[in-house]
């Protein structure tokens, strides 16, 4: 079923969950779960490009996640400088410029200064090259807490001399600044929580939990979730 634009969200974040326990089900090591979570994500991605939602953030490396064992950490940077990689290499040759021609930007959320120098690195230079790209946003949230959001645009304001603030200041300081509140947050895998994912931004986001695990999420369950946030009645503390 075609969902009509107007009832489509504008940003969905994805709290991209289960590719460990998908792996162990199977008998195989956690990190297979990760690399076919990275595989989907692109497919996600590119089907939610389709059918024309604007912003996609998906959760990548919380804050929380350094204390999961070195090895793990170390794979999923890994995949993620796989990914940006790639995506550089095809922005700098020149015709094969795959982000750039889909008009696409990329935009990382959180606090890279921890993440190894050289993935820094492809990420600022990804970020700086699809900068003008204004077709769709994907957010890579990585290093990312909703509270460390909140105390980083809190130490931006006092920075620069505020010494009052209103909502609209913090939002302008958040990681997320110039972007909408996501509308629709998705959580797979079966465990209702947030994990610190954006917490001052999700004020009025509606949730969605399914049992899936990530690497098994496709459009199809995709299409079964905008289905819900379709038929949802969004009140903001209006009456109807
Ligand atoms: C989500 O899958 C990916 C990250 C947190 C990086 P998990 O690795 O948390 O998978 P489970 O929850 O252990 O199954
Ligand atoms: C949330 O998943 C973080 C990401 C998807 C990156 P976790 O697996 O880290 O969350 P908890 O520990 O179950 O709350
Ligand atoms: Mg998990």
Redesign the pocket.
Known sequence: MKIKKDKLPIHIGF???GNGRWATRRGLPRKMGHKKGADVLEKIVDYCFEVGIKYVTC????T??WKRPQEEIDYIFGLLRDYIKKQNEKNASSGNNELKQRNIKICVLGDISKIPEDLQKELEKIEKDTDNCDAFVLNIAMNYGGRDDIVNAVNTLIASGKTKVNEQDISNALYTKGMPDPDFIIRTAG?I?L?NFMLYQSAYAELYFTKTFWPDFSPKHLNKALNSYAKRNRKFGKLN
């Open positions: 709290i991209m969950d959760f990548a490396f919380s929380e996640n465990d929580r994990s």
